[in-house]
């Protein structure tokens, strides 16, 4: 028989109650053997923008067939759909599956991973039994769903199957502006999606748009150099690199460039592309 | 050979020292099949209370036989005996195992399951060696014994058996209070117990005293309607709801009714459940 | 076939980030059956000095063989390298292995613990592929190697061997100072090298220094008794203690000796051990 697959948690429960570890009980009952790794669980409550953003940068640094429950739920026990699905290329081996609410945390992911196959979570022989509650579905759904999709129950026995193309999107308030910038080049502009615990300010940009030598940032009226690493700037100073999740970044050597400049989420920032 | 049960954790240790990884460790040397599973570890320092509350709301949906290792200590090193004890209906197939001081922090399982045999923690060949120091008994004494629980050794040879009604109550400061409210029904007097992470207050009424419909909380002067959802009230409004644990809960749709209210653990919260 | 090493994972990444749920996800693409133990993730940002205290106070409670990665790297992407080495007086049996950056995060272990073999990290075939980031080496670098060391691959298969001798120290700011106190015996100056979650104060000097029955610490004009455990002192009142960790340490009993006394990391702090 073969192990069974890996499960992620992503939540905005907090550590401070044991939310989280009454997930992880459920599971073991399902199954014990199940394997379970925690992404995070200080999302902001019910920040589902930042959940996508966390699950994203996430997911390809797992094992195949890994199935990532995230809960980020507002619309708990209201009328949002309980979704589970596969996706990757190989329909026959699935990169993933992803188990959760339908309300576009999964979106991120989606934008650059084909679905196979969603259903919505109708069929309660999967749920934990007696009743599920109103309030707390990660526990009474999304956990039990997970371990035994997990434990290698078929995607199409959890519930109803429905189009990829139904799913809640998120909308991108933000998309990129790209525009000629005369002799200094190209100007795309974008918007701080992430913020880390370092105070590392992830931009929107992809980092494929900046292969010029030469790159910069603009935030209001100051322009950031780029580099390779933190350190190519001096100590304290600002420093513009693509980031490890391969986004344009801006970080400070050393010190928190959210606190050096004063940016929050869904501030405009620019990247100057030479010609 | 069967594998191993399962071990909880339940600490006011905190994430910010490796306390919590070295009693893991601890727990690899006797058995490293072993699984651990963190219920958390912000219980606020030494509130005995709050660790009860918590390790009540978490230990039904943990597989028969795990073994719950809480320890919220203020009188490590002191007088305060160290215990294990067996809970459930079955003595052959215990539901559960606690370890951990007698301080009152088992209470509130036990105010729901009964104890079937209750040992002090006296043999010292299963604690870690050599000598338990006087400052945490975490690592030196429960968390070995809790890996040698769960690796099957016998409850009864951990140490002198004792009385289950020998052990420490925990003094509820606020029973609750059930009196007539005239034509409105029934009035139901209690208190806060706990408050979540997402600014939800928990109350110590229990969701089966209200299963009236139309029955709503009072706090000081506000009148608080019920419902099945979060969701059933509009986007910042408050709401009753029994809620994941059982226990009446007042929330805010999107936000946080401890913030709203002002309230604080032990606050008088009173139900009014109609005729 | 031996079942894998336990892997520990110690950084300064917090929780509110995916990025060491990241580093669990590689270490599984490269061997699912290891077992991943969280040392602690929130060491202040950069913080070489406190990580090395926390992997010197963690690693003995580990079994036999644990591969400890730490990842508190100031100077990623840089000239410093990344190494790992094998401790313990048995080279056929290493105690344990340590994996990281060579800024003197294991300086602490191997000040008390002989390095067998260190190897600096230059075999990119046991790196997650294809190109490591410039930025997160945790993740492209030290969890994988980790993960390949965990499962059996031997140290100098990793790189180059390195003299321990050319490890990088972290220089101890403040040195023991032992005098004659004439009359009142010993005294030994020394400094805070850590505060706990409990605001517990662990100082630079080791319980071995103070078996002398009566030895005090002294802090600014107060002069503090010591006992065996917390509750030797009154409810509120400051203690002395030989720590769990085995060095001097000044708590309060039921409350924070930090808040009580203002201590920092670094500053002065006095033993007197009597004649």
Redesign the interface.
Known sequence: MR?PR?I?L?TD??????????M???I??VN?AV?V??????IP??DVSQARF??M??YA???AG?VHVAVVD?????TRRAIALAFGNNAAAPLGFLVGPDNGLFSGVLAVQPAIAAVELTNSAYWHQPMP????HG??IFAPVGAHLASGIPLTALGQEISGRSLVPLSQSHPLQIESAGDQGQRITGCVQAI???GNVITTISGEAVIAPGWSVIVGDRAIPSG?????AGSGDLIA?V??HGWV?I?VN?GSARACLGLSLGDSVQVIVPK
């Not at 507002?74 to 209201?78: A, K, L, M, N």
């Not at 390779?228 to 190519?232: R, S, W």
Request: charged share 10%.
């Open positions: 192990p890996i992620t992503l429960f907090g550590l401070s109650d044991p939310y989280v570890g009454v992880k009980g459920v073991a009952q014990p394997q790794i925690d992404l995070t669980h200080q409550p019910q966390a699950l940068s996430a640094y797992f094992p890994t507002p619309g708990v026990g209201g509650s109103q309030t707390f526990r009474d880390d615990h370092f390779f690493t933190y350190g190519a690199v980031g490890s970044e970080a050393g």
